[in-house]
T-cell receptor, first 114, second 117 residues
Framework: QKEVEQDPGPLSVPEGAIVSLNCTYS??????FMWYRQYSRKGPELLMY????GNKEDGRFTAQVDKSSKYISLFIRDSQPSDSATYLC??????????????FGQGTTLQVKP | GAVVSQHPSWVICKSGTSVKIECRSL??????MFWYRQFPKQSLMLMAT?????????EQGVEKDKFLINHASLTLSTLTVTSAHPEDSSFYIC?????????????FGNGTRLTVT
C-alpha cells in the first residue's frame, strides 16, 4: 500500500464546475498537508498549505483536512480552463526525524473544458 | 518571494557524457535543497537532500556516484548526472524551503528535461 493514494484521473469538467480532488494516506502521524499545481513541463507550484485538521480558503480554492479519516481534499470553485493541470497532494511531519521530507501523491490530471 | 530558478530547462546529451543542472534560490537563502526526479505521468520521487557545506543525503536506490550533488553556497546547488545513459532521461526538479522550519512547504524550480541519446 502506498503511503499516499491519489486517483490519477484524468478528470474532465465543464468550465464553471466545482472540482473536488482528494487524497488518502496511511500514516496517521502526518501533520502538514500541501496541494501543488503542476502545468505540463513545469515544476510544481504551491497552492495550499495546512497544518492538522480543518479548512483553509484562498480565493477559489479550499483545502480540507480530516485527520480522523486520513483524507484531504482540494475544492476549486468556478473552475477555469487555466486550472487545467496536474494537482499533487503532499504531506510531511510524521515525527520520524526525516527533516520534513515530503511524500507526494501520484497527482490528478484535471481538464476544464470551455 | 521564494523563487527557485533551475537551469537549463532542457538538455540533450549523448550517452556516456555528463550533464550539470543548477538550482538557485533567487531571493532567499536555502541551507537545504532537494532534488526530485519525475517520470511521465508519475509523481515526484525524492533523489537526495542537498546540504550546504556538507555531503548530500541520498535516498535508497539512488547511486551517489552517478548523481553528484554539490551545495557550495546558500543559494546554489548543482546536480551532475555522470556518464549518462538513456534510462537517465527524465524530468529533474529541485526545490528549497523558504523558511528554515523543517515542515514549511517546498518551493520548486521549473525543472530540467534531460534526454540522453
Amino acid at each position: 500500500q502506498k503511503e499516499v493514494e491519489q486517483d490519477p484521473g484524468p478528470l474532465s469538467v465543464p468550465e464553471g464546475a466545482i472540482v473536488s480532488l482528494n487524497c488518502t494516506y496511511s500514516n496517521s502521524a502526518f501533520q502538514y498537508f500541501m496541494w501543488y499545481r503542476q502545468y505540463s513541463r513545469k515544476g510544481p507550484e504551491l497552492l495550499m498549505y495546512t497544518y492538522s485538521s480543518g479548512n483553509k480558503e484562498d480565493g477559489r480554492f479550499t483545502a480540507q483536512v480530516d485527520k480522523s479519516s486520513k483524507y484531504i481534499s482540494l475544492f476549486i470553485r468556478d473552475s477555469q480552463p487555466s486550472d487545467s493541470a496536474t494537482y499533487l497532494c503532499a504531506m510531511s511531519g510524521d515525527g520520524s526525524g526525516n527533516t520534513g521530507k515530503l511524500i507526494f501523491g501520484q497527482g490528478t490530471t484535471l481538464q476544464v473544458k470551455p | 518571494g521564494a523563487v527557485v530558478s533551475q537551469h537549463p530547462s532542457w538538455v540533450i546529451c549523448k550517452s556516456g557524457t555528463s550533464v550539470k543542472i543548477e538550482c538557485r534560490s533567487l531571493d532567499f537563502q536555502a541551507t537545504t535543497m532537494f532534488w526530485y526526479r519525475q517520470f511521465p505521468k508519475q509523481s515526484l520521487m525524492l533523489m537526495a537532500t542537498s546540504n550546504e557545506g556538507s555531503k548530500a543525503t541520498y535516498e535508497q536506490g539512488v547511486e551517489k556516484d552517478k548523481f553528484l550533488i554539490n551545495h557550495a553556497s546558500l543559494t546554489l546547488s548543482t546536480l551532475t548526472v555522470t556518464s549518462a545513459h538513456p534510462e537517465d532521461s527524465s524530468f529533474y526538479i529541485c526545490s528549497a524551503r523558504y523558511r528554515r522550519a523543517d515542515n514549511s512547504p517546498l518551493h520548486f524550480g521549473n525543472g530540467t528535461r534531460l534526454t540522453v541519446t
